[in-house]
């Protein structure tokens, strides 16, 4: 059975600061995925990471993916109070079939 | 360009009640999903499909039936609905292929 973690679960930042957030995963998949949702909304797909070593970046956000060790990381770089949502990374050998992580809810200070 | 739709967004159901949550997709996706959002608990996946016709169990399929008769639609039937129920329906559809999955806006439900 796929299982996957996310911590930490809950993250307060300072603007400008940075931080990473983990997503281990106890099974050999395919794909990972990194999605955002603000309070009462749907998910926002970030990054889809498909190979080892992948690293994929979007403004202030950077995704990467070892599968060796299964894992994959969310580093932050200077927050701002933008980027506060709740984040989830999701594994699965197909698009149809993901397991999520339990989310990381971030939320940046000024 | 509506992606996934999902009606209703809001609903409130006795305990007992039958009712079906409606998801459509125009992107003429192949694979479409149904997952449920508690507190704490992430998504999880109730039933999916690969194909009209075709249909699988998730993780958490009890208390829940699906059909897929068409590739645009995928509803999801609580045949009587408890209040372990209460959660956030999250409906996905995607493509073959290396592709992300895209959501729906959600149905928040509560059963009573």
């Known amino acids: 059975e796929l299982k996957v973690e996310q911590n930490p679960l809950f993250l307060s930042m300072q603007e400008g600061k940075n931080y990473t957030i983990y997503c281990n995963y106890s099974?050999?998949?395919?794909?990972l995925y990194w999605y955002r949702q603000d309070p009462g909304k749907s998910l926002e797909s970030l990054f889809v990471?498909?190979?080892?070593?992948a690293v994929k970046q979007e403004g202030r956000l950077m995704a990467s993916l070892d599968t060796k060790a299964r894992l994959s990381t969310l580093h932050i770089t200077a927050a701002v109070h933008d980027l506060s949502a709740t984040y989830f990374c999701?594994?699965?050998?197909?698009?149809?079939?993901?397991?999520f992580g339990k989310g990381t809810l971030l939320t940046v200070n000024p | 360009n509506a992606g996934v739709t999902q009606t209703p967004k809001f609903q409130v159901l006795k305990t007992g009640q039958s009712m079906t949550l409606q998801c459509a997709q125009d992107?003429?996706?192949?694979?479409m999903s149904w997952y449920r959002q508690d507190p704490g608990m992430g998504l999880r996946l109730i039933h999916y499909?690969?194909?009209?016709?075709?249909?699988d169990q998730g993780e958490v399929p009890n208390g829940y039936n699906v059909s897929r008769s068409t590739t645009e639609d995928f509803p999801l039937r609580l045949l009587s609905a408890a209040p372990s129920q209460t959660s956030v329906y999250f409906c996905?559809?995607?493509?073959?292929?290396?592709?992300?999955?895209?959501f729906g806006q959600g149905t928040r439900l509560t059963v009573v």
């Open positions: 099974t050999t998949s395919d794909r």
């Open positions: 990471l498909l190979s080892n070593g």
């Open positions: 996905a559809s995607s493509a073959t292929g290396n592709t992300e999955a895209f």
């Open positions: 992107m003429n996706h192949e694979y």
């Open positions: 499909s690969v194909g009209a016709g075709i249909t």
């Open positions: 999701a594994v699965g050998r197909s698009n149809y079939k993901l397991t």
